[in-house]
């Protein structure tokens, strides 16, 4: 079964605006959640990630919001460029096993 | 430095043929992981090794799927007698160590398709 549900599967913003990716998990061992990035024909590269004792994550345009109780974290990307279009997957793991969601595909248009 | 490299980057075999999936992980990383990706989906696990055993099998969805890795280096993933559902991107991961999550490396994958 899946552990992490991720959505929308896909949306389509304009330059400059705010894309956000949800995810939900059951299990409360994990303490580990990543986002990976995805272009065609390319394995997923880390692109940000957090741990559950804190609540929002930035790393340049990219944040992370995490929601302990709800057991929820979401992506946000900043001022989205045509070159973040790009397949994103939330990720969680509680030791070495990183459980993925199903990917969102994001299309930012110029 | 250098990243995780797979081999080969396509293949394309017919069913009931024996296919190997190779991967080199970045030099020093003790963890290597094998996940699968269906068109469109996320990425499924197969197996995780730390050093050269394999703790965790878990993943692999039937006995033709196996896996073997030497010197903590190159792992090879062997898919035999191969069918149409085998058809996916099969992706190598690499890490510092498997416990901790440590951040995992991925190669470009292979994309294998069964006819």
């Known amino acids: 079964q899946q552990q992490v549900k991720q959505s929308p599967q896909s949306l389509i913003v304009q330059k400059g605006g705010i894309p956000i990716i949800n995810c939900a998990y059951e299990?409360?061992?994990?303490?580990?959640f990543p986002w990976y990035q995805q272009f065609p024909g390319k394995g997923p590269a880390l692109l940000i990630a957090i741990r559950p004792d804190v609540s929002e994550k930035k790393e340049g345009r990219f944040t992370i919001s995490f929601n302990k109780s709800a057991k929820q974290f979401s992506l946000h990307i900043m001022d989205s460029q045509p070159g973040d279009s790009a397949t994103y997957f939330c990720?969680?793991?509680?030791?070495?096993?990183?459980?993925f969601g199903a990917g969102t595909t994001v299309t930012v248009r110029a | 430095g250098a990243g995780v490299s797979q081999s080969p980057s396509n293949k394309v075999t017919e069913k009931g043929k024996d296919v190997e999936l190779r991967c080199d992980p970045i030099?020093?990383?003790?963890?290597l992981y094998w996940y699968r990706q269906r068109l469109g989906q996320g990425l499924e696990f197969l197996i995780y090794f730390q050093g050269n055993s394999a703790p965790d099998k878990s993943g692999l969805p039937s006995d033709r799927f196996s896996a073997e890795r030497t010197g903590e280096s190159v792992s090879t993933l062997t898919i035999q007698r191969t069918q149409q559902e085998d058809s996916a991107v099969y992706l190598c991961?690499?890490?510092?160590?498997?416990?901790?999550?440590?951040?995992?490396?991925f190669g470009p994958g292979t994309r294998l398709t069964v006819t």
């Open positions: 299990n409360t061992a994990f303490d580990y």
């Open positions: 990720a969680a793991s509680s030791d070495y096993k990183l459980s």
């Open positions: 030099s020093g990383h003790t963890a």
């Open positions: 991961a690499s890490s510092l160590s498997g416990m901790g999550a440590y951040e995992q490396y």
